[in-house]
């Protein structure tokens, strides 16, 4: 269990059975009575974002999560499917369970999988992926003004800015967290 008083941006508690974070975060203590605890909370399943203010000696149930290493396999028109890689069972998370990073993942890509209760809730890709570019303009010899990018398609369909020597078919290592070109990657 937890105390208010151990309320902080990035805790995960539960309520109602559902796993909430708190993604933002303010103290008070006025003058006289009880401290408070003013948390905006998102629910970590349906993604609502909403605010609570608590007060200092309530408690909270410490969510049930468990971080699993999984391998990405494939998509249909719903889901993507990953495979925990130690008992090799299979589970899907929706579309859009995976918000953005299904513009990351690429198959065989190894996640860590939130699961919730058992069940898969989202996904923290790795810090940097390695894609190929199947779409580029050419360079223009002598475009060498310094900080010049040019528009560039990833096999996942990404359009990210990469600098203007990447050609189509290179494969490029990108930062998953900023979702930027960091180098080329040479195979």
């Known amino acids: 269990m937890y105390l ?3 309320l902080r941006k990035g805790l995960k508690f539960e309520i109602d059975g559902d796993p909430y974070v708190i993604v933002g975060f303010e103290f008070k203590k006025p003058g006289k009575g009880q401290s408070l605890y003013k948390c905006k909370l998102k629910n970590m399943i349906t993604g ?10 309530e408690k909270f149930k410490r969510a049930d999560l468990e971080e699993q290493e999984m391998e990405y396999l494939y998509s249909d028109k719903d889901n ?32 860590i999988v939130l699961l919730h209760n058992g069940l898969p809730i989202g996904i923290t890709l790795p810090n940097f992926v390695n894609l190929e570019v199947v779409q580029s303009e050419p360079w223009a010899k002598g475009d060498t003004a310094t900080g010049s990018t040019k528009p560039a398609v990833l096999e996942t369909g990404l359009e990210i800015q990469v600098p203007p020597f ?8 990108i930062d998953t ?3 930027e070109y960091v180098e080329r990657v040479n195979e």
Not at 48 to 57: A, I, K, N, P, Q
Not at 89 to 100: A, V
Not at 166 to 173: E, T
Request: with cysteine; charged share 25%.
């Open 80 to 111: 993507c499917y990953f495979m925990n890689t130690s008992n090799y069972e299979q589970h899907p998370l929706t579309k859009d369970q995976l918000g953005d990073a299904i513009d990351l993942l690429k198959d065989n890509t190894i996640c």
């Open 177 to 179: 967290r900023t979702r």
């Open 166 to 173: 990447i050609d189509q078919g290179q494969m490029v290592k």
């Open 4 to 6: 208010a008083s151990d």
């Open 48 to 57: 609502v974002l909403f605010e609570r203010t608590y007060r200092s000696g």
